[in-house]
């Protein structure tokens, strides 16, 4: 049964970090690409941050660029977003995703890429 588990959101000031975790179950961590999606308030899509390819290349959308980053442990079979330099625009319920790995490392912001998907995590930045 494949199942991805999201933790680590809550309040923070802006300015603040966050690490949030994803850990993966029911198949092995290089299996899958995966990603971290957040959808803000009154935002009707969720907004594809960052992917990390299974050789460990990763992407970043502008907006998180220079301030997160994705990482994976094999061991732990978990999937990180470290969150630096928060913002209060950063605020939305974050989920992580795994999906198919590309070789050319263009993946897909539309969900229906994403096969499997965590339940979500709350991040709220104070200004």
């Known amino acids: 049964d494949v199942q991805l588990q999201a933790s680590g959101g809550g309040l923070v000031q802006s300015g603040g970090s966050l690490r949030l975790s994803c850990a993966v179950s029911?198949?092995?961590?290089?299996?899958?690409?995966y990603g971290w999606f957040r959808q803000a308030p009154g935002k009707e899509r969720a907004e594809l941050l960052c992917t990390i390819s299974t050789e460990g290349r990763t992407s970043y959308a502008e907006a998180v660029k220079g301030r997160f980053t994705i990482s994976t442990n094999n061991v732990r079979k978990t999937v990180y977003l470290q969150m630096n330099s928060l913002k209060p625009e950063d605020t939305a319920v974050y989920y992580c995703?795994?999906?198919?790995?590309?070789?050319?490392?263009?993946?897909?912001?539309?969900?229906?890429?994403?096969?499997?998907w965590g339940q979500g995590t709350q991040v709220t930045v104070s200004s």
């Open positions: 029911g198949f092995t961590l290089d299996e899958h690409a």
């Open positions: 995703a795994a999906g198919p790995d590309l070789k050319n490392g263009h993946y897909s912001g539309e969900k229906l890429f994403w096969p499997y």
